[in-house]
């Protein structure tokens, strides 16, 4: 069985941080980039952040660079969200999903190009 599994969510205040951690399953996320999305109450499913298989390139959505910072640890399989300053706009539930390329090509902010997903983890911020 193949899953992915996102976790490390929680209740913090404005400013604060939160580390979230991928891990998977049947499936080696070294070999292909990974990607963290997150959906708001009520919106669709955004793209957050991304790295290739790598490591060595990421990319960030424009609401969060500078704040948060997506690494990969090879060895344990694991890539992780490191989240700081935390806005309350940041409240949703993310995850974390396996990209059908080892690499980003054009299409790395869209959902449709992730195969394998997390089932999601809950980040609420308060103000």
């Known amino acids: 069985e193949v899953a992915a599994a996102g976790a490390g969510g929680g209740l913090v205040q404005t400013g604060g941080s939160l580390r979230l951690s991928c891990t998977a399953s049947?499936?080696?996320?070294?070999?292909?980039?990974t990607g963290w999305f997150r959906q708001k109450s009520g919106q669709e499913r955004e793209f957050v952040a991304a790295?290739?298989?790598?490591?060595?390139?990421?990319r960030y959505t424009d609401a969060v660079k500078g704040r948060f910072l997506i690494s990969r640890d090879s060895a344990k399989n694991t890539v992780s969200l490191q989240m700081n300053n935390l806005k309350t706009e940041d409240t949703a539930i993310y995850f974390c999903?396996?990209?059908?390329?080892?690499?980003?090509?054009?299409?790395?902010?869209?959902?449709?190009?992730?195969?394998?997903w997390g089932q999601g983890t809950l980040v609420t911020v308060s103000s």
């Open positions: 999903a396996s990209y059908q390329h080892p690499y980003l090509d054009g299409s790395y902010y869209s959902a449709e190009g992730y195969t394998y």
């Open positions: 049947g499936l080696t996320l070294n070999s292909y980039a």
């Open positions: 790295i290739v298989w790598s490591g060595t390139v990421t």
